[in-house]
């Protein structure tokens, strides 16, 4: 069964602090792996696309990595703006998107 | 201004009153679909179309119909509320013939059942 996990829970950072979000998945036939940001109340914001493990993508101060198994969001040196819960989904050969439950992060000044 | 919008943002309503919550995108998108969002369970699919007059269920349909008329509108009907469809949806729509759902969300609309 396909299945997407985050973690953790959530993140409290101090503005510059910089640190990583990790989701883990399982998925038949990878065909994509997302990254959102979700502000409280408003719908999820489209960040990347990865499809393949070793791909790297960038924007800004985040930094999405695949692995076989997993995916991690770089963040470095946040600012208070950073501020959301981080969504990760996987797409496989079923067309199905899964998503994880996110990532809660606050960047205090 | 490539959008999908949802209207309305916010409703409160009594169990058993039919409602209706509508969806637009103004992207030419073939793929649509219908999210409810709760706390712990992240999103979940209710309903999902491929194009024009196809649908299908997603996880969670029990409760819900939906209709694809036209291209850009995707609504959601509650033919009878019930208080465990209190909950944040998300109306969302991505390019079909890529193959890659890269879905693009619509603001919400916070429903209460009473």
């Known amino acids: 069964e396909d299945q997407v996990t985050q973690s953790p829970e959530a993140l409290r950072l101090q503005e510059g602090e910089s640190s990583s979000l990790n989701c883990s998945y399982t998925?038949?036939?990878?065909?994509?792996l997302f990254w959102y940001r979700q502000d409280p109340g408003k719908g999820p914001e489209f960040l990347f696309t990865l499809y393949s493990a070793g791909e790297e993508k960038e924007k800004e101060r985040l930094k999405a990595t695949l692995t076989k198994k997993e995916s991690f969001l770089h963040i470095t040196a946040p600012k208070p703006e950073d501020s959301a819960t981080y969504l990760c989904?996987?797409?496989?050969?079923?067309?199905?998107?899964?998503f994880g439950t996110g990532t809660r992060l606050q960047v205090f000044p | 201004e490539a959008q999908v919008t949802q209207n309305p943002r916010y409703l409160i309503t009594v169990t058993g009153k039919k409602l209706t919550v509508t969806c637009s995108q103004n992207m030419n998108h073939e793929y649509m679909s219908w999210y409810r969002q709760d706390p712990g369970l992240g999103l979940r699919q209710i309903y999902y179309s491929m194009n024009v007059e196809v649908t299908d269920k997603g996880d969670v349909p029990e409760g819900y119909k939906v209709s694809r008329k036209e291209k850009r509108n995707f609504p959601l009907i509650l033919e009878s509320p019930s208080p465990n469809q209190t909950s944040l949806y998300f109306c969302?729509?991505?390019?079909?013939?890529?193959?890659?759902?890269?879905?693009?969300f619509g603001p919400g609309t916070r429903l209460t059942v009473t």
């Open positions: 989904a996987v797409q496989g050969e079923t067309d199905k998107l899964i």
């Open positions: 998925v038949s036939g990878l065909r994509g």
């Open positions: 969302a729509s991505s390019s079909y013939f890529t193959g890659i759902r890269e879905q693009y």
